[in-house]
């Protein structure tokens, strides 16, 4: 008896294969979906943040090429790095994260000490 060409195709190893890895992703999406959210917000983040330091590197390396003093350009150019900048970067957007909340979480605490009084007929 003949084997049709179309059961070779599905009980054949390489599709098992395929299908088991196929399972195996799917599996690990749903596994690991709360993880997604971080994931991609980390990613845009420092692609962000990349892209922000790369623009004020070239910024800077306009005015770092009109220098003539050698030296001086050679310290500027290794001050300005753009890991330096990135770094940079980073600090600043946690510190405007840090101000933020220190500046929100004072006035919510107020506005929930005074519900209770707004609240009173409940």
């Known amino acids: 008896m003949r084997i049709p060409l179309v059961l070779k195709i599905i009980f054949n190893r390489r599709f098992f294969q ?3 890895s196929f399972a195996v992703l799917i599996f690990l999406f749903y596994f690991f979906k709360s993880f997604f959210i971080l994931f ?3 990613s845009l983040f420092a692609y962000l943040f990349y892209v922000l330091s ?6 800077l ?3 770092i090429d009109k220098i003539q003093d050698n030296n001086l350009k050679k310290v500027l150019n290794n001050v300005f790095s ?22 929100i979480v004072p ?6 000490s005074s519900l209770p009084q707004t609240l009173s007929f409940l």
């Open 18 to 20: 395929a299908v088991f």
């Open 61 to 63: 390396q306009k005015f």
């Open 82 to 103: 753009i890991k330096i900048i990135a770094l940079f970067v980073y600090i600043g957007f946690i510190a405007i994260i840090v101000f933020a909340i220190s500046d």
């Open 40 to 42: 991609f917000m980390t």
């Open 54 to 59: 790369e623009s004020i590197f070239n910024f």
């Open 107 to 112: 006035k919510i605490l107020k506005e929930l």
